[in-house]
């Protein structure tokens, strides 16, 4: 009897396990739903973007990963994000607020300065957002032939799915910003994210080319793109306006500070205007990889970087860039100065601190 | 004090007055047909020989070291046409001591290598890459797109501006770490190889291809020529330095290991004629009894050649054994027959006695050695089968030469009448407390309490602190490299020096995923693959992984000039096939060709088996969570993905190997002693010793693993002799009414020296082994020869003081003096009967 017991008990079990393993095979969850795992390779592992919030570092990455600094790149905390997409770029317009955007047209937001994370927009919106758009434009303004090729547009991001990924995102204010992406995919909010306005209309991009990055140079707001495709936010006409350069290759970003900006890409090219884009002068600097970074440090200088890993440096005015070797060098993706002056870049290997001659 | 002679035959000096059909009807059959037995032998030691000189073959088959049917392996072994990546490659490393590779000198070495690999039989060219290698290419994002080139110039002439192009080629094409050594001072050509050489049809011939490696490269660039410091296991002095390292080469040193192993068999030899003649001091007997068990060990070999078995790292071993247990038993015969021949019996008389006496016995040994190999057999790797049956082989074997062959040989040469008169005297003097039986005496006083308790306390005191040790023992390599090998050979310091100065380790574990065709590109797939890789990567253990997924996430970059923020797996089914077309002319070992499976490979920092625990487990998990009808996630293939499987079996194994052996054991013992008492007297010092080998184990650095598996299942097998030999004897005499302490030590005067001469001899079979090239062989040569003089020293000290406790002054079971008593009155030639009379 005792044996039939136990044969029992082995078969009850059996089906347990059995009835269990079956519900643990549980269905593939999506990036855009499944949380970022919490890891402690994060802060070694590829991060795309950074930027500072008050005297925080934050710094986004692949899977998900969003980290945390307040001690200027030394320890890293992770934040808790709801999706587990790549991310590509963070901007912090105040101490608190924040807004990250990355794979999938994945839209986060944080008001508490990263620490955790909120999911404002994804890519599976996205379609939808333009075809209401452009379809309320469409039928108020029949006459007008963009609006139903946007719309179709819109359609077609709709059949694909989250297909899009965003790859820069810029915020004036707290309230004011953009997120823009590949093939022209650019959306702008007025209200802090709270609801997005499809912006594909105001550029002049008509070959669609990809919108690589946004950023300021404190007297004018650049996009810069895919082929020589350079963009400013002309006030009057409330669109971005395509500016000239001598350079047909792709930009991966552009900064600078009132009076002067600099736009850099492929292949070491760097190009600079002291007359607010309505001119271009190379800057030679002898390197053959792609600048992929760069920032206006403390001083006011600025600091280029490249895939390869280098730093190139100029000295006041941006005439003239120096290359200054590193030790070991890794490719960096973004770069900021933390608050007490360290020069803390990100890239393929995650996150680290440069000396500062 | 009579009971120690010899049980009574008559001494019979004329042939005429020996009855012709007395004995059995074996022993009629062979010794009243001499002639006829010894051609038979003769013709099957030739025709035997021919088959061993003509077909054996050493062959360590890769196949044959792993559990075929678990399930991670059947996994691996369904799949592996597949796995291109996992499969067998050499890579080679020209290092330059003295500057770096952007050396002209150096890139004409690396040329010369290269070629020479290029038109080696079995290389499969189209895959080799190298520096030299036009498929090793730099690619570049340009305004106008993709651009490249080989990575050595076209027009290469060693001018500077082209090797400074060479600088630049290299750093564009990301294969430091790869192709390039991280501190620029040597570079690798990875040489993958057929599974068949095209011209011939046939498989590689791992030891050539590993002598053409030696004799070809190593000789000429490294040691200028000089091979004698090559085959020392030097490292050459010249300027540049040949390092391979992969199967073949693994293999093919093992195969050199092999050679030399069997080298040691004639040291073996050697070692047997002294002890036997030291035992015998007879030139005749020692060179009949060592002639003997060679016969059995050439026949040994001739059968398991004409049954299509190779030789292998572990089957080598198996002549040893077999040697040495001949030894063993022909020397006893040898004892037997001397003193009858001393007392003047005619030798062919004395040969019958001797074989009336002892065939019974020596079968029942026999047995008790096969019971250990026979349980091997439950084992499920074909190395430890083979190890099994080729063993049971060669027990069958010695059925026909020491125990038939050498009385019968025996019978037509007689012994030295010196020595014969001195096997009697040696008896003699012992019953006289002189000799031997100083020690004898010894031994005795552990039948008394005062001893009984000292040793019983001692052994239980070493069991337990034995047992507390081996509670730490290992399952699996404790070491790194190759764990074939020594820490120190070539082959393990190549490893070393490769895996310090490039990225990846040679431990991968790899998990394969499994879909419909074309399912490898599917984006889920693709996104499972990734966060299985992320899962991996989380323990610390793991030092990276590769998969199809890194490939496309950085061609999807490529596609978009190279921006790193487009390093993504895009949902986009174009892109993804793109990438993946790409993919398959850059990297095509990570999917197969209708990209139905594609692996998840882990390089591990080591293969320790808490680091393939983890990685296993992890890998389950994921699997257990993630499986679908679309794509399954299947462990394990790779080095350490095979290992971890092994490991499996293995842990496995050892505990119901030691169930089965100690059950099997103990089942013989109760059938010959019919006596529990005795039975828990035969086993216990068994209990100890393998312990006590396993706290060795622990002390030594030696894990659990396929080669240690066999030696507590020989250990306890063969072990379980001299308890046969010692405690039946005494049985029977305290059955007759003989106190304990009288029992004993007739027992002990009958079968010390044998219980003794065959410890020695089985040690001196194994114990050369330690000087293996092979590692696991090494090790195996140690536990062994402790096993062996162990279970010796425990039999002669724990079975007198156990029997104090268990057996003493005891009237012995009725059942068991029924059985025993009609034993003796029927003539059942039982094992206890036989033994008695054995000296």
Known sequence: MCSYKNYLQLALGVLLATLQGMSQASAYVDVLDLPARVSALAANSPLSGMARAGDRLVAVGQRGHILYSDDAGKHWQQAAVPVSADLNAVSFPSATQGWAVGGDGVVLHSSDAGATWRKQLDGREIGALLVKHYSALASAEPANEQWPLLVAEGERLVAQGADKPLLDVWFANERLGYVVGVFNLILRTEDGGQSWTPFQDRTDNPQGFHLNAIASTGDALYIAGEQGLLLKWDDTQQRFAAVQTPYQGSFFGVLGKPGEALVYGLRGNVLRSTDGGHSWTPLKNGLHVSITAGIVDAQGNYRLFTQGGQMLVSQGFGAQLHLVQQRAPTPVTGATQSADGALVVVGSRGARTLSVE | ?839
């Open chain 2, 1 to 839: 004090m009579g009971h120690t002679k010899q049980e009574t035959m008559p001494v019979i000096r004329d042939l005429r007055d020996f009855d012709r059909h007395s004995g059995n009807r074996l022993e009629r059959l062979v010794f009243n047909y001499r002639p006829l037995f010894m051609l038979l032998m003769a013709l099957a030691t030739v025709v035997l020989g021919y088959m061993a000189a003509t077909r054996l073959e050493l062959r360590p088959s890769f196949e044959k070291m792993i559990p075929q049917s678990q399930p991670y392996i059947q996994n691996f072994l369904e799949n592996r046409q597949s796995l291109r990546g996992l499969g067998n490659s050499v890579r080679v490393v020209v290092e330059n001591t003295q500057g770096d590779i952007f050396d002209p000198a150096y890139l004409d070495v690396l040329k010369q290598v290269n070629d020479q690999l290029f038109v080696t039989e079995g290389v499969d060219r189209a895959w080799m890459k190298s520096l030299w290698s036009p498929a090793v290419r730099w690619t570049e994002v340009t305004e106008e797109g993709f651009q490249g080139g080989p990575v050595m110039p076209d027009t290469y002439q060693g001018k500077p501006e082209e090797i400074e192009q060479l600088r630049q080629n290299i750093s564009r094409a990301g294969i430091v770490g790869s192709l390039v050594a991280s501190d620029y001072k040597s570079s690798m050509l990875i040489v993958p190889l057929l599974d068949k050489a095209t011209a011939s049809g046939q498989r590689i011939d791992y030891h050539a291809f590993s002598q053409m490696l030696e004799e070809q490269l190593r000789d000429k660039i490294e040691f200028a020529g000089d091979s004698a410091a090559r085959k020392a296991g030097e490292e050459g002095k010249g300027q540049y330095k040949v390092r391979v390292i992969g199967f073949a080469k693994l293999m093919g040193d093992l195969i050199d290991g092999l050679i030399q192993v069997m080298m040691f068999f004639g040291l073996a030899v050697v070692t047997s004629l002294i002890i036997i003649y030291a035992y015998t001091r007879c030139v005749r007997s020692t060179l009949l009894v060592v002639g003997c068990s060679l016969i059995a060990v050439v026949w040994q070999l001739g059968i398991v050649a004409w049954l299509g078995y190779a030789i292998d790292p572990y089957s080598v071993l198996v002549p040893f054994l077999i040697f040495a247990i001949g030894v063993s038993h022909a020397a006893q015969k040898m004892n037997g027959i001397m003193q009858d021949i001393a007392r003047g019996t005619h030798r062919l008389i004395a040969a019958r006695y001797t074989f009336r006496r002892l065939f019974i016995a020596g079968v029942t040994a026999l047995l008790a050695d096969a019971v250990g190999f026979a349980v091997l057999m439950l084992i499920d790797i074909p190395v430890i089968r083979d190890l099994a049956i080729t063993a049971s082989i060669g027990v069958a074997v010695l059925i026909f030469t020491s125990l038939l062959l050498m009385p019968v040989a025996l019978s037509y040469v007689g012994v030295g009448a010196k020595a014969a008169e001195r096997a009697l005297k040696i008896d003699t003097r012992a019953e006289g407390h002189k000799g031997f039986g100083k020690l004898w005496d010894l031994l005795d006083r552990f039948t008394t309490a005062k001893w009984a308790t000292g040793a019983v306390l001692v052994a239980m005191l070493m069991g337990i602190g034995g047992f507390m040790v081996s509670l730490q023992l290992k399952i699996g390599d404790l070491e790194s490299g190759a764990p074939e090998l020594r820490a120190d050979s070539r082959y393990n310091r190549d490893n070393a020096y490769i895996t310090s100065h490039y990225a990846l380790s040679s431990d991968l574990f790899a998990v394969m995923i499994k879909t419909a065709p074309e399912g490898c590109l599917n984006y889920k797939t693709l996104v499972l693959a990734d966060r299985l890789a992320w899962e991996l990567q989380q323990y610390p253990g793991v030092q990276a992984t590769a998969s199809l997924v890194n490939a496309v996430r950085q061609i999807t970059a490529g596609t978009y000039e190279g921006n790193p923020k487009l390093n993504s797996i895009q949902r986009n089914q174009d892109v993804l096939n793109y990438a993946a077309q790409q993919a398959s002319v850059n990297s095509p070992e990570l999917f197969n060709t209708d990209c139905s499976l594609m692996p998840v490979i882990t390089f591990l920092k080591d293969h320790k088996a808490e680091t393939l625990d983890a990685v296993v487990g992890i890998a389950e998990k994921f699997a257990r969570e993630n499986n679908s009808e679309d794509r399954q996630f299947l462990l394990a293939a790779g080095s350490a993905g095979i290992e971890a499987a092994t490991n499996i079996v293995v842990r496995e194994a050892n505990r119901t190997m030691l169930l089965y052996v100690y059950a099997a054991v103990t089942l013989f013992c109760l059938i010959t002693f019919r006596s529990w008492r005795a039975t828990l007297v035969a086993l216990l010092p068994l209990v100890l010793t393998s312990i006590l080998c396993e706290a060795l184990m622990v002390a030594m650095g030696i894990g659990v693993k396929v080669a240690t598996l066999p030696v507590i299942a020989l250990g306890v097998g063969i072990g379980v002799d001299y308890a046969l030999y010692l405690l039946s004897v005494q049985l029977h005499y305290q059955r007759q009414g003989l106190p304990l302490s009288q029992a004993y030590r007739n027992a002990v005067s009958f079968t010390g020296r044998v219980v003794g001469l065959v410890g020695i001899t089985l040690a001196a079979g194994v114990v050369c082994w330690v000087w293996s090239p092979i590692k696991f062989q090494a090790d195996m040569g140690i536990l062994l020869t402790f096993m062996f003089l162990w279970n010796m020293l425990g039999a002669l000290i724990l079975i007198p003081a156990l029997s104090y406790f268990l057996l003493r002054e005891r009237a012995p079971e009725p059942g068991a003096v029924a059985v025993a008593e009609n034993t003796e009155s029927t003539e059942r030639p039982g094992m206890s009967h036989a033994l008695t009379t054995s000296e």
